[in-house]
């Protein structure tokens, strides 16, 4: 289910019983925080531009700087993304 390649960016998890549209949520912040282009070509693959946007405005697990990167890549007002709040 899980690309060889995206296996060093989901470390913790059981990868071989891992299925990524079962938990959205943590598989795309996941990639957009350590992901590199061939992940997140995967990842657009995978998911809807729209459950990925919104992950970038509700997932605080995002560094702000992640955080700040993909709302300005999704034209995401800042002032809408949780990591970003206090």
């Given at each position: 289910?899980?690309?060889q390649h995206l296996r060093s960016f989901l470390w913790d998890?059981?990868?071989?019983?891992?299925d990524p549209q079962?938990?959205?949520?943590?598989t795309i912040a996941r990639l957009l925080e350590y992901g590199n282009p061939e992940a997140i070509s995967w990842l657009?693959?995978?998911f809807s531009e729209e459950t990925i946007k919104?992950?970038?405005r509700n997932e605080r697990s995002?560094?702000?700087?992640?955080?700040?990167?993909w709302a300005l890549v999704y034209h995401i007002p800042a002032e809408e993304i949780a990591a970003l709040r206090n």
């Open positions: 289910m899980i690309a998890i059981d990868i071989d019983s891992f079962t938990y959205p949520g943590y657009k693959e995978q919104d992950v970038i995002l560094s702000p700087r992640s955080a700040n990167f």
